[in-house]
């Protein structure tokens, strides 16, 4: 008998016919003999609609009555599902995040997990129930309702998975695992069995949207083994992360090609080579709460230099009035934005005991007549930015150029 956590997402559960059909599927876990937690997102679109909500009342909503507002979302489909559960013999109850006492921070919007109790989720798995619990939701100190911001329903299920010793945490999607890139550019795109942590926390880092970065981070430091499954099938085993340690060591040296359209670069121009120039740009960015992504400094002339860097597209506008406000202070001669760049990365655990990948890699997007722009790498990643209408040839190319359409 093992202890599984299970983590449905909002299009699995997007209707009471899908409701049902989870339940059936929790039904035929708990007949084998396994104790089951399930973690539920709210109703596929339920979230944008109660956000569109807030908005129509007040331009700017005040974080603390947003999350009141948002975290119903989950607390619908718990009492749904249970009730499902219960319609077909089954023993079943419902949890906020509040009444499993998932305490947080109290940064509305985007809190962190500090502490759950698990004590009265184990007396219910104990007496035989099926414990059904709202993701994406807390209470911090004062009792206030917290939201663990989007995509929140994974780190609540890994972090339960987590706290109760899990067997397993399996996150069901409306894909049937990870790809070695997205399918729907690279129909030869092939399912892996397994991937790492580190690989899967920098595919998610880089664009790919199968699991939310915090959950494989949060996975990854409690050694919670998860597996990402299809809602809509009724076999397949998936894609199991898991640590390196337990997977072949002669696995390929790239595992899959990540890319992100929502990249926008930003160039200063002629800024003085001197010390503290880069904290003299970048930190009133920072102040604004906004992420810088890959950054370039060119090499200085005449003692001054170009400085590159990447945010997302929605915080570009943004950024260049920030800079627009700082540039005669920094005494930059220009600010430069483009709209239209995209980011493609190779990643593989691979490439730390083989070298070539970065040459390989820039050969396959050069007889493309494929220019980068910036490159980033890492231990286990390549990244490149490029034009966007280059993108899916990119894709494609490098897919092949690395041999991932096959196993």
Known sequence: MALIVQKYGGTSVGSPERIKNVAKRVAKFQAQGHQVVVVVSAMSGETNRLIALTKEVAASPDPRELDVVVSTGE????????????DIGLRAKSYTGAQVRILTDSAHTKARILNIDEAPIRRDLQEGKVVVV??????DEKGSITTLGRGGSDTTGVALAAALKADE???YTDVDGVYTTDPRIVPEARKLDTITFEEMLEMASLGSKVLQIRSVEFAGKYKVKLRVLSSFQEEGEGTLITVEEDTNME?????????????????????????GIAYQILGPVADANIDVDMIIQNVGHDGTTDFSFTVSRGDLDKTVRILDGVKAHIGARAIESDKAAAKVSVVGVGMRSHPGVASRMFRTLAEEGINIQMISTSEIKISVVIDEKYLELAVRVLHKAFGLETA
């Open 75 to 86: 607390q619908v489909t718990i009492g749904l599902l249970s009730m499902a559960l219960q």
């Open 134 to 139: 709202a993701g994406f939701q807390g209470v």
């Open 169 to 171: 945490c399996q996150i």
């Open 251 to 275: 696995q390929p040296v790239i595992s899959g090609i990540a890319f992100n359209r929502d990249e926008a670069k930003i160039t200063v121009l002629g800024v003085p080579d001197k010390p």
